[in-house]
């Protein structure tokens, strides 16, 4: 079945340094991923939008600056957090809707997630 | 406006008996879906069951149920014969509209299945 593979799973980086997480769909196309951000014990929150070839839709209160998203191919699609801090640290999880029509569950598929600890 | 709401942060339930976690969901929308996410302590998020707005019949995933309540804008998770390997946190989420597969998720809730 359809597979969104997200890297690197766990990342340590020094506070101020930028890091790059993956999140790829393995045997379809997505031409639209999304990206959230789960801190610890609490619920996802949606940061953004990747829309492949155009800009990446964020949500209220998250900063395009801060947290980069490129949608280059039909298949990838990365998140920058640059200049990170401690307060970034948290677990980052994509998830990507294969083009196979219909709405139904099983048409969403999530990354496994990345956790990024800010030192 | 909480669009999903998950009154129990926490529930217990023995081995091979039955648990109910409760969802309500606010919207406008007449078309939207609800989601039930499986999240064990690794972070990975498991689809268990999906139910559209327009499904006339309940849906049923193997051991899982969604108790869904239109009227009251409920969407109950119904997980039958408890296995040890549940223990995790169960989010429910919805989208709203059609095509656009943006998620909104509760806060979630901890099972613990205990032997």
């Known amino acids: 079945g359809a597979v969104v593979s997200q890297h690197p799973s766990r990342v340590i980086c020094k506070s101020g340094t930028s890091v790059k997480i993956e999140c790829r769909s393995l045997?379809?196309?997505?031409?639209?991923m999304f990206w959230y951000r789960q801190f610890p014990k609490q619920s996802l929150m949606l940061m953004a939008t990747?829309?492949?070839?155009?800009?990446?839709?964020?949500e209220q209160g998250v900063e395009k600056d801060k947290f980069l998203i490129n949608h280059a191919s039909l298949t990838l699609s990365t998140l920058t957090v640059t200049s990170a801090h401690p307060e970034d640290s948290s677990f980052y999880i994509c998830?990507?809707?294969?083009?196979?029509?219909?709405?139904?569950?099983?048409?969403?598929?999530f990354g496994e997630g990345s956790w990024l600890t800010v030192v | 406006a909480q669009k999903i709401t998950q009154t129990q942060p926490g529930m217990f339930v023995q081995e091979k008996e039955a648990v109910t976690l409760d969802c309500t969901y606010d919207?406008?929308?007449?078309?939207?879906?609800l989601f039930w996410y499986k999240q064990p302590s690794s972070g990975e998020m498991i689809f268990l069951i999906y139910?559209?707005?327009?499904?006339?019949q309940n849906a049923t995933e193997g051991r899982y149920s969604l108790n869904f309540q239109k009227a009251r804008k409920s969407a109950n998770l119904v997980i039958s014969a408890s296995q040890l390997g549940d223990s995790a946190m169960y989010f429910c989420?919805?989208?709203?509209?059609?095509?656009?597969?943006?998620?909104?998720f509760g806060t979630g809730t901890r099972l613990l299945v205990s032997p």
């Open positions: 998830s990507a809707r294969a083009p196979n029509g219909g709405i139904s569950g099983n048409t969403i598929y």
């Open positions: 045997d379809f196309q997505a031409t639209t």
């Open positions: 990747s829309n492949e070839g155009s800009k990446a839709t964020y």
């Open positions: 919207t406008s929308d007449q078309s939207y879906g």
């Open positions: 139910q559209g707005s327009y499904d006339e």
């Open positions: 989420a919805m989208r709203e509209g059609r095509g656009f597969q943006k998620l909104v």
